[in-house]
């Protein structure tokens, strides 16, 4: 026997959907309330589960179709031996009985409580990661997402692509999130320049902080390497407050902006910072005439061949300030 799944009636004025992504595939072994088939209407989004257990023998309609209410959209056969004969079956009405899906609307609020049980299961910092538009992070590829995992990931602050790089086929789903491999590792390299050109530079004015020459400093590095990147720049001082100190250019709600964390230890004993995270992070200190630079990072933002042509490009700049006007 098998069972016809049809595109239930989601709304009083709803005409059509949209299947967004089939969660089982053909044979595949069905559970009564297993999630079969998400579904996107104009007003919401939907999971739909199975009414009847067994196996799903046959898909008729592919993802990103819109197709009209009660369309036959798939069959689903007591046993793996009758899905064989669903097609031969097909001109026989009476060997198929229609079963209603159930459809659960996907709302902020269930987003929100789902999205808290995957952070309760990873770091969510480990998740979070900041896009960058530099030569080794573009794919220029649209990511293809269901509507629940779009709105979970920006919930998240999450960027999808991550997804593809751990290897994970798209469509992605929600529970795709949870399978992101989790990985605490980061980089840190060091520098070494001399500090004596750019303490003459603060000796020659009395109002200029040397917060904002760092941060401008790094604004102007980070353009040089990366033309057309983004960056904006957050100081964090010793007592812990932070701040945005500069961005390279005016961001625009859409830029994705790298973000780097700037944290000055010159009037301390420290001689560096280390996050210990996936965030770009830059901290100074000074013992005599001489700067100590050190970059923390991930390389799965930035590259270390990048990392390394900005950190040197930063302590040109700190060495011999002209270059800041050219």
């Known amino acids: 026997m098998s069972y016809e799944v049809k595109m239930p009636q989601l709304g009083m004025n709803q005409d059509t959907a949209v299947v967004v992504a089939w969660f089982k595939k053909e ?11 998400e579904v996107e209407t104009d007003k919401a989004t939907m999971e739909v589960e199975a009414q009847k257990e067994g196996y799903l023998s046959k898909i008729k309609v592919d993802e990103g179709s819109e197709v009209p209410v009660g369309q036959l959209l798939a069959l689903i056969s007591d ?31 269930s987003i929100e409580n789902e999205v808290q ?35 979970a990931a920006k919930e998240m602050g999450f960027d999808l692509a991550e997804l593809r790089n751990a290897g994970i086929a798209e469509p992605f789903h929600f529970a ?7 990985s605490s590792s980061f980089s840190s390299i060091y520098l ?23 941060s401008k400093f790094t604004s102007s590095a980070w353009s040089f390497v990366f033309e057309e990147s983004v960056l904006e720049v957050i100081f964090k001082d010793t007592n812990g407050e932070s701040y945005v100190e500069t961005t390279t250019k005016e961001v625009s709600s859409n830029d994705v902006a790298n973000t780097i964390t700037l944290i000055d230890l010159c009037d301390t004993r420290i001689s560096a910072y280390e996050t210990g995270s996936n965030n770009l992070t830059l901290s100074f200190s000074q013992l005599r005439n ?13 590259q270390f061949s990048d990392a390394v042509k900005f950190l040197n490009e930063l302590g040109a700049r700190l060495e011999d300030p002209v270059l800041q006007l050219i």
Do not use: M, W
Not at 79 to 108: K, R
């Open 27 to 37: 044979g595949d072994k069905i559970e009564k309330g297993d999630p079969l088939f």
């Open 290 to 302: 001489e700067f100590t630079i050190c970059l923390s990072f991930s390389e799965k933002i930035l």
């Open 117 to 151: 049980n995957i952070e309760g299961s990873s770091n969510r910092n480990e998740l979070s990661t900041r896009s960058t538009r530099n030569k080794a992070a573009i794919t220029g590829v649209k990511v293809l997402a269901s509507p629940k995992a779009k709105l």
């Open 176 to 182: 795709d999130l949870a399978r992101v491999p989790q």
């Open 79 to 109: 046993t793996n031996e009758d899905s064989h004969n669903d097609q031969t079956d097909l001109a026989d009405p009476d060997s198929f009985e229609t079963i209603e899906p159930y459809a659960e609307p996907i709302n902020d609020n």
């Open 192 to 214: 070494q320049v001399s500090a004596e050109a750019f303490d003459a530079l603060i000796l020659k004015s009395e109002t200029v902080k040397r917060s904002l020459l760092f």
